[in-house]
């Protein structure tokens, strides 16, 4: 097996710390997670901050959508264990120059937040990264204004459903790669699959060579996808 799929903390490190927690990324970041997706929307006041859901009623000690509130508002909530609810800023402070890849999903497949794409790529063009950010969305048309913006950046589709004619619609949507729930033979580019948690499952996925997975327990599927290296 030539190709070694790079394990990605789905929303930081689940499976111990509150998901999308500052917390959960810095465990992760000190114990040498090789990738990090995470989760972006806006507050009332246009800030970018991480999680998951368009509400904050699952994760955190309050309920209302995100962009009903300003930043500091929205700072009189907290997640599981007392943990704030990261601005992407203090991400992207915290990853400084780590060796991780950060695979950043605009969250606007239910919400278009107006000026996303400009303000976000603002924020991670002017932070000095290791790698280049992976951007992400099951809404195209979010993908397509950032390629306005930015047309060399590395652009990757969400999608649950087969994508029918793989290698012709990369092409005409000019991506980088599909970040699929399943795994398709026909992708000819960077093939991510969300979110493998299942054993069997991860070490099939790492026999096929898929260029990463998305895992709750990045430790774990780490540790296998190791294993299975050396087979």
């Known amino acids: 097996m030539t190709v070694k799929t790079l394990v990605f903390g789905h929303r930081g490190y689940p ?24 989760d972006v929307h806006l507050t009332k006041d246009q ?13 955190s000690n309050g309920t209302g959508l995100i962009n009903s509130y300003t930043l500091a508002e929205l700072r009189q909530f907290h997640l599981a264990e007392n943990e704030p609810i990261p601005t992407l800023a203090e991400f992207l402070t915290l990853v400084g120059t780590h060796d991780v890849q950060l695979n950043l999903e605009f969250k606007t497949d239910k919400i278009q937040y107006p000026h996303i794409e400009r303000i976000v790529m603002g924020m991670v063009n002017a932070t000095p990264l290791k790698h280049p950010v992976i951007y992400s969305s099951f809404h ?35 991506l980088a790669g599909l970040h699929l729930s399943h795994y398709q033979a026909d992708v000819p580019v ?16 790492f026999q096929d060579g898929v260029a990463g ?12 996808r190791d294993e299975v290296m050396v087979e």
């Open 213 to 224: 997975i998305f895992t709750d327990d990045f430790v774990a599927m780490t540790a296998l």
């Open 140 to 174: 195209l048309p979010t993908l397509k204004t950032c390629q306005q913006f930015a047309p060399d950046e590395a652009y990757c589709w969400l999608t649950g459903k087969p994508v029918v004619n793989a290698a012709a619609f990369v092409a005409s949507e000019h």
């Open 190 to 205: 960077a093939e991510r699959i969300w979110t493998v948690d299942d054993p069997a499952l991860a070490k099939q996925l």
């Open 15 to 38: 499976a111990k710390f509150p998901e999308n927690s500052l917390a959960g990324f810095a465990y992760a970041l000190d114990h040498g997670v090789e990738g990090l997706e995470f």
């Open 47 to 59: 800030v970018p901050v991480i999680m998951h859901d368009e509400r904050i009623d699952r994760t």
